[in-house]
DNA sequence: CAGGAAATTAACCCGTTGGATAAATACTGG
DNA sequence: CCAGTATTTATCCAACGGGTTAATTTCCTG
C-alpha cells in the first residue's frame, strides 16, 4: 500500500531544512541534514519498539513501522540493538527492569502489614494501568512459552529481593497477630498480580462479554477496592466496608446489565 | 526453507494407496484418490486452526500449517469457512460455545453455596489445565482489543444466564448466612477467572523469574488449595486449613527457592 | 449412466518483510 | 585541517505468505 521507507522521519534537530530539499538542494549540502545522537536514538528505538511489539505482538510487529516511530532508519535498528528478536528481547528485559525497580522504592517494610499488602495491591494495579504495554509484552512472551526470557540472564536475577520483601511482610503480619496464616509469598504475589493483570489484560473481551466498559473510572475504581477486600479479607479474616459496598454497583445501573 | 506445498497430506481414508502410487501409477487411476467429507474436513481444519492460532497468534499462525496440519490443501480453508480472519473468528467463537456450555452443566444450584464456589472454581481450574489453547486464544483476541470478538453476535448472548447462575448462588449465600457479603458476580467470576487463567497463562516466564517449575503436579494442587481457600475466605470469613497449609511447601525444598 | 454440482488438488500471483550492501555524511583525535 | 571512524541514508532482494485461478475428481440425481 503506502511505501514505508519513503515515510522515515528525518532525525531530530534537522535545522528545519529536510521539508525544502527539493527548492534548494545545492545549499542544503552546506548545512548539516543530521546530528549524531546514538544513546538518545538507541532509547527512542527500544521505546518505538515497545510500543510495536505490546500492540502486534513478535510475530506481528513491523521493523519498518518501528524505525518510521522511532524516527530512523530501518537500517539502524540492526546497527544499535540487532534483529528482530534482539529488538524484542531488549524491550521485555527492559520492561522487567522497569517494573522491579519501582517496585524497590515501595518500602514496604514500614507499613504495618495490612497496609503494606494494600499498598502493593495498589501500586500494582496502577502499574499495569500505567503501563499496559508491560501486559501485552508478557503475554506475546507467554504466547512463546518464554523462549526468549529463558536466554536472559539479567532477568532471572532481580526477583528474589522482591519475593523476600513480601515475605518478610507476611511474616511481620502473622507475627502481630494481624494475619491468621503466613501465606506463601510467591502464591501470594501471583495471586495479587493476577487479580490485577486479567481484568486489564483481558479487559477488552471481558467487556464485550459482559456488556459493561470495564475500563471506565467507576469501574476501576469498584475493581481497586474489591481486590483489596479480597486479599485482605482472606489474610486478616476481618471483613472491609468496600467487599460489601461493591455488591450492587456494577449490576444496579440497567444499561450496565448484561443481556 | 521446507516447502509446505508438497507436505500437504492426503485425504483421509485413501485406501493405503498413497505410499506405493510410486509403484503403480496406473493402477492407482482407476481407484479413489480421496472421499468427500464436507463436515469433518471443516472440523479438522477448525482444530488444527485452533492450534495453530493458539500456538503463534493471529500474525504469527501459517495458513500453510493450518492446511497441512489438517490434512488438507490451503485452498480448501477459503472454500469451507473463509480467509484467515473468517477463520479465527470461527476459532474462537466455538471455544467460548465450548466453555460456556460445559460451565452450563455445573449445576450450582443444587449445591451449598460455599460448595457451589469451590465447584466453580475447580471446574475453571481444571478446564484451563485442559484446554490450554483457549487461553492463548483469548491473549491473542485482547491483542487485538477484541476487535473480532465485537463483530460476532453469537458470543454476546451466551454470558448472561452464566452471571445470573453466579448471581443466585452468591444470593442464596447471603440469606443463608454462610457469605458476609453479596459480592457482585461479574466481579467475583473475573477474579475466580483471574486466579486461575493468570497462573496457567503466565506458567512460562513466572516458572523463570520465580525459579520454580509452576506446572508440576504438587505445584498444581497447591494453587488450587490456595485460590479456593483464599475465595471462599473472603467470602465466608473462616479460614480453612488448606490456606494455612500452603504456606511453607513452595518454600521449603530448597531447589524450589527462587535464586 | 450421463451430466452437473460439490469437493479437492495443483500451480501460480504479487505485495510484503526481514535483512543486507554500499555509499554518504558527521564527528574526533592528531 | 585531514584522516579515519562512527553514525545515518538510500536502495536492493530473496523468501515468504495470503489469497486466487483453473483444472481434476468424486458424488448425486434424474
Redesign the pocket.
Known amino acids: ?6 515515510q ?4 531530530v534537530l ?1 535545522l528545519g531544512l529536510c521539508d525544502q ?1 527539493a527548492t534548494d538542494l545545492a545549499k542544503a ?1 552546506r ?12 532509547l527512542r528505538i527500544l521505546e518505538a519498539a515497545k510500543q510495536e511489539f505490546a500492540a502486534h505482538g513478535l ?8 524505525a518510521a516511530n522511532a ?10 540493538v540487532g ?3 534482539d ?1 524484542y528481547l531488549a524491550v521485555l528485559e527492559g520492561a522487567y527492569e522497569k517494573i522491579r525497580s519501582e517496585e524497590r522504592g515501595l518500602d514496604l517494610e514500614h507499613l504495618d502489614p495490612p497496609e503494606a499488602i494494600e499498598r502493593l495491591i495498589d501500586f500494582t494495579w496502577n502499574y499495569f494501568l500505567r503501563n499496559p504495554e508491560f501486559l501485552a509484552l508478557l503475554n506475546t512472551e507467554n504466547l512463546a512459552k518464554a523462549r526468549h526470557l529463558k536466554r536472559s540472564t539479567k532477568v532471572k536475577s532481580m526477583h528474589s529481593p522482591f519475593v523476600e520483601m513480601i515475605r518478610t511482610v507476611v511474616t511481620r503480619g502473622v507475627e502481630s497477630g494481624d494475619f491468621r496464616v503466613a501465606v506463601d509469598p510467591v502464591q501470594l504475589y501471583i495471586s495479587i498480580a493476577a487479580l490485577c493483570f486479567f481484568y486489564l489484560s483481558n479487559s477488552a473481551t471481558l467487556s464485550v462479554i459482559f456488556g459493561r466498559d470495564l475500563l471506565k473510572k467507576e469501574a476501576r475504581d469498584e475493581r481497586l477496592a474489591h481486590m483489596v477486600a479480597l486479599v485482605l479479607a482472606a489474610l486478616t479474616g476481618k471483613s472491609t466496608a468496600d467487599f460489601g459496598n461493591a455488591v450492587g454497583q456494577g449490576t444496579r445501573s440497567p444499561e450496565r446489565q448484561p443481556v
Chains 1, 2 share one sequence.
Open positions: 500500500m503506502n511505501n514505508l521507507r519513503s522515515t522521519a528525518p532525525c534537522q530539499r549540502k548545512v548539516q541534514k543530521w546530528q549524531r545522537d546514538p544513546e538518545g536514538m538507541r510475530a506481528g510487529a513491523r521493523v519498518d513501522r518501528i524516527g530512523a532508519n530501518k537500517r539502524m535498528l540492526y546497527y544499535h534483529n528482530k528478536e529488538l
